[in-house]
């Protein structure tokens, strides 16, 4: 009998251990935990295990007015006011799969003037923690793959060293755990890109397109930025304008990304002068 009661004890204490934890990282009562701490509505939740530890967390906006929203984090050991800033709809972020162990969240925010910031969070041990180099326009391609577009004033010149016009450029991250790394661009001669397969093809039809062509550089990642120029006469100022290149074994493709364009450059081009690497603002 004794044995009996003691089973049953162990049993219920079990059971009010899960029902504990389910209760408390469950969506409805984490989005309560926010509701008691602001009057704003809430606008969108983001829920996942995004700590790989079986108990999930939710990143949540919540909205005063319409140009005035406020993200939040919540979990069971947890709760935190994070950015309080205009959010903007991001394309194709949010929650945004590492792998089976770690899921970060990323949205874009507003920056001064034209520009923005991308706000990035990872979970570790159920509280959020801000990666402070995420720079603008943060999206994530796959798994450790993340691409970003900072701003830059570098597409045309003048001849007294004025430079304008506003450019984002694809530069592409991969994900350490805690933190991006870039990856750096190798600089390689015409006559290296010219022995892949389409390499000499591209180089001709940007030759053709009545650019020169500036330094190349080659990532580890495949991709190859090749950076073109030409003189405005008429206006005495030199157009800087750039190509991209996907490797893929020894072949060489191009990375389309205006299919209305009229040539390469209008195909493929961002605008402006890709670097080794791109300076990305710390925040916090």
Same mark, same amino acid.
């Given at each position: 009998?004794?044995?009996?009661?003691?089973?049953?004890?162990?049993?219920?204490?079990?059971?009010?251990?899960?029902?504990?934890?389910?209760?408390?990282?469950?969506?409805?009562?984490?989005?309560?935990?926010?509701?008691?701490?602001?009057?704003?509505?809430?606008?969108?939740?983001?829920?996942?295990?995004?700590?790989?530890?079986? $108990?999930?967390?939710?990143?949540?906006?919540?909205?005063?007015?319409?140009?005035?929203?406020?993200?939040?984090?919540?979990? $069971?050991?947890?709760?935190?006011?994070?950015?309080?800033?205009?959010?903007?709809?991001?394309?194709?972020?949010?929650?945004?799969?590492i792998n089976s162990k770690q899921k970060l969240f990323v949205i874009e925010g507003s920056g001064n003037g034209s520009g923005s910031w991308s706000y990035c969070y990872y979970v570790k041990q159920g509280k959020a923690?801000?990666?402070?180099?995420? $720079?603008?326009?943060?999206?994530?391609?796959? +798994?450790?793959?993340?691409?970003?577009?900072?701003?830059?004033?570098?597409? @045309?010149?003048?001849? @007294?060293?004025?430079?304008?016009?506003?450019?984002?450029?694809?530069?592409?991250?991969?994900?350490?755990?805690?933190?991006?790394?870039?990856?750096?661009?190798?600089?390689?001669?015409?006559?290296?890109?010219?022995?892949?397969? @389409? +390499?000499?093809?591209?180089?001709?039809?940007?030759?053709?397109?009545?650019?020169?062509?500036?330094?190349?550089?080659?990532?580890?990642?495949?991709?190859?930025?090749? @950076?073109?120029?030409?003189?405005?006469?008429?206006?005495?100022?030199?157009?800087?304008?750039?190509?991209?290149? $996907?490797?893929?074994?020894?072949?060489?493709?191009?990375?389309?990304?205006?299919?209305?364009?009229?040539?390469?450059?209008?195909?493929?081009?961002?605008?402006?002068?890709?670097?080794?690497?791109?300076?990305?603002?710390?925040?916090?």
């Open positions: 009998m004794k044995k009996g009661i003691l089973v049953m004890l162990i049993a219920a204490l079990i059971l009010g251990c899960y029902s504990t934890e389910v209760l408390a990282t469950s969506k409805k009562s984490l989005v309560k935990k926010v509701e008691n701490l602001t009057e704003d509505s809430i606008k969108n939740v983001f829920y996942a295990d995004y700590d790989g530890d079986g $108990s999930k967390e939710a990143f949540i906006v919540t909205q005063e007015a319409e140009d005035k929203q406020t993200l939040w984090f919540a979990s $069971s050991k947890q709760v935190k006011k994070l950015e309080t800033a205009v959010l903007v709809s991001n394309k194709k972020n949010g929650i945004c799969r923690h801000m990666v402070k180099k995420a $720079s603008e326009n943060l999206s994530h391609l796959s +798994g450790k793959e993340f691409v970003i577009y900072p701003s830059e004033f570098d597409s @045309n010149c003048d001849s @007294n060293g004025n430079w304008t016009g506003h450019t984002w450029k694809a530069y592409y991250l991969y994900w350490t755990g805690t933190s991006f790394k870039q990856y750096i661009g190798k600089e390689i001669s015409e006559s290296k890109l010219g022995s892949y397969k @389409n +390499g000499s093809k591209y180089l001709k039809q940007i030759k053709k397109a009545d650019y020169k062509i500036g330094k190349i550089f080659y990532r580890k990642n495949g991709i190859i930025n090749i @950076n073109v120029y030409k003189k405005n006469k008429r206006w005495n100022y030199t157009d800087y304008n750039n190509v991209t290149l $996907s490797k893929k074994g020894k072949k060489v493709v191009l990375k389309i990304y205006d299919k209305k364009g009229k040539n390469i450059i209008e195909k493929s081009g961002f605008g402006g002068i890709y670097k080794s690497t791109c300076t990305i603002t710390k925040r916090g």
